[in-house]
């Protein structure tokens, strides 16, 4: 399977998709199987696996989430220790919202030799303020961008596409007490013709209609399907 050609074939047909963020600091085995069963993940298109904080493999979380579940598995890594084999394809994020080399380039040509023979998606990540210090802001000591700050969310992602990155993530942080705003999301957009990927704060079905109808592509779930299982469900009876 090609992921990111499915992302396209998809996308191009018109298709929302949906993402479920799976952190393995949050998830044993147990946790897995207990949420796993939810009967909306079958309707799931995504599993992205990975956290902010994590400094090891994600292997065995890997191992746990196959034997549950038949869906694509992306790798979100927050550093080049989470690096994985045995993925279907990994998100290489360059968090372009922020300065600090390690995040921008640093820790991409550590993780280069071990990715040779994985499907990479070079994508642009970048952090917008979502209300709250997220655990992406504490770890690449970087500030998030202002969310009333349009015309710079906009550059910013644009400048993503010109150098290369295949799709655009707008993150406001795991937990964030706001989602990315409407406005953002079809200022953005109206700028960019790659896949348009939205996720943090995202708590209700509501949340998520509006994020699609506003101009995401992708929306990304995690804490918020921990905390409320049934929220899947809620999302595919939109």
């Known amino acids: 399977m090609n992921v990111f050609n499915t992302i396209i074939e998809k996308v191009s047909q018109g298709k929302k998709l949906f993402a479920l963020l799976v952190d393995p600091e ?3 085995a147990e946790h897995l199987k207990t949420l796993l069963v939810n009967p909306g993940v079958a309707d799931v298109d995504l599993i992205l696996l990975g956290g902010s904080t994590l400094e090891a493999s994600s292997e ?4 746990d989430i196959r034997q549950q579940i038949d869906k694509p598995v992306v790798l979100f890594p927050g550093n080049v220790s989470q690096i994985t084999a ?8 360059s968090l372009i919202s922020g300065r600090n080399p390690e995040f921008l380039i640093g820790n991409h040509v550590k993780a280069a030799p071990l990715l040779k023979d994985m499907e990479v998606i070079p994508v642009a990540y970048i952090l917008i303020d979502g209300g709250r210090v997220s655990a992406t802001q504490e770890v690449t000591k970087t500030l998030p961008l202002p969310s009333d700050d349009i015309e710079r969310i906009v550059d910013t992602a644009v400048a993503g596409k010109m150098l290369g990155h295949k799709m655009v993530y707008l993150e406001a942080g795991s937990g964030a007490l706001n989602p990315i705003s409407p406005s953002v999301i079809r200022a953005v957009r109206e700028q960019l013709d790659v896949p348009l ?6 708590k209700s079905s509501a949340d998520v209609a509006l994020a699609y109808s506003s101009g995401a592509d992708i929306v990304v779930v995690g804490n918020a399907f921990e905390t409320n299982p049934a929220l899947l469900s809620d999302i595919f009876s939109l």
């Open 197 to 202: 990927i939205v996720g943090g704060g995202l």
């Open 60 to 63: 065995k979380t890997l191992s």
């Open 86 to 93: 045995g993925v279907d394809a990994v998100f290489f994020l």
């Open 26 to 28: 949050k998830s044993s």
